[in-house]
């Protein structure tokens, strides 16, 4: 079986990303863990199962949410964006995991402004 490098790659050295002392690649492996339990809390707040999340994010599948959720592939974030409660939830569990930040809710009807401690 032939090489699959592309010829132009061929005078760059490769180096194995998945071995045990390499510490960036640990550190991103723990910063996509800590996202996806922010994107699983999004989830919960919005009141979804998890298999109803895959619904409502495109239909795509629990074995890809549940990649996402466990951060070995990168999730697509866009999805949780623009679904009109997983957007707002997902603003919510990031503020939940931020230093500093405070989660106030507020609820604008008709021009009224109703607050919820």
Not at 7 to 17: Q, R, S, T, V, Y
Request: charged share 20%; net charge positive; glycine share 10%.
């Amino acid at each position: 079986m032939g090489s699959t490098l592309s010829p132009d790659l061929g005078a760059i050295p490769l180096k194995m990303l998945r071995s045990s002392t390499d510490d960036g690649l640990k550190k991103l492996q723990d910063c996509r863990r800590a996202h996806g339990r922010v994107l699983e809390r999004a989830i919960q707040i919005a009141g979804y199962s998890k298999k109803e999340a895959a619904d409502e994010l495109g239909q795509i599948g629990a074995n890809q949410l549940a990649a996402w959720l466990s951060g070995t592939e990168n999730a697509q974030t866009w999805r949780w964006q623009q679904h009109p409660k997983l957007g707002p939830a997902l603003l919510l569990a990031h503020a939940e995991v931020t230093r500093g930040a405070t989660v106030e809710h507020v609820i604008r009807v008709s021009g009224a402004t109703f607050e919820v401690a």
